[in-house]
């Protein structure tokens, strides 16, 4: 089982880039890393992907270290609206793998 | 809008009632999904279809009845709750690219608060 780890909760200001690091040792050749974002009362939302290296979209970017024990999601110049919970998410081979942990609380002041 | 659709939105019902939570996908996926959330814990996977096939049941108590006519419904029926079900229940589906292989992209709906008194 491909366990996640995250810190409970970080703190940002607006404007500031944020890094939010997942730890996932027991990562498996077939996975692939997953972040969503969950705002209260809703359902998470994908932000993006990625299996190896580095991956970019227009609202995030994820680091992958060749090992793969570890991933980053990076937050450019975060805004009030981006206070969410962050989960990371390792796919696995069979559904019972896709496990969500407690995710990190994200909250940006003005 | 994220193409999965869950009604209702909000649902209070009695320990004895009988109701029905309903999602909807306009993706075209072929695997649909059932979470719960309570308050402050971690989404828990309750039920898995795929190609309308149940394929995975989390040891979810039977009063937890879900129902997947279609590959675009999704149907969890509820009787005879307890308090301790009140929660979010979220919804979602993916393609599944390889049979029962998942990369973990899944497209959750907004969810129905459920209360039960």
């Known amino acids: 089982l491909a366990k996640t780890t995250q810190p409970i909760s970080m703190d940002s200001y607006e404007g500031q880039e944020v890094n939010i690091t997942c730890s996932h040792n027991n990562i498996a050749t077939n996975d692939y890393i997953t972040w969503y974002q969950q705002f209260p009362s809703q359902g998470p939302r994908f932000i993006i992907q990625?299996?190896?290296t580095k991956v970019t979209n227009e609202v995030a970017s994820l680091f992958i270290p060749a090992d793969r024990k570890s991933s980053t999601l990076s937050l450019p110049r975060v805004s009030l609206s981006d206070t969410a919970v962050y989960y990371c998410l390792v796919g696995d081979t069979g559904f019972q793998k896709l496990v969500f942990g407690t995710g990190t609380r994200l909250l940006v002041s003005p | 809008e994220t193409g999965v659709t869950q009604t209702p939105r909000h649902l209070v019902m009695g320990m004895t009632n009988k109701k029905s939570l309903k999602c909807e996908q306009h993706?075209?996926?072929?695997?649909m999904y059932w979470y719960k959330q309570s308050a402050k814990k971690p989404l828990e996977l309750m039920f898995v279809y795929s190609l309308e096939e149940r394929v995975e049941n989390n040891s979810v108590p039977s009063r937890f009845s879900p129902e997947c006519p279609n590959s675009s419904h999704l149907f969890l029926h509820l009787h005879t709750l307890q308090p301790e079900d009140s929660a979010l229940y979220l919804c979602?589906?993916?393609?599944?690219?390889?049979?029962?292989?998942?990369?973990?992209?899944?497209?959750f709906g907004e969810g129905s608060r459920l209360t039960v008194l």
């Open positions: 990625g299996y190896k």
């Open positions: 993706l075209g996926h072929n695997a």
């Open positions: 979602a589906s993916s393609q599944d690219k390889t049979g029962r292989s998942n990369t973990g992209e899944l497209f």
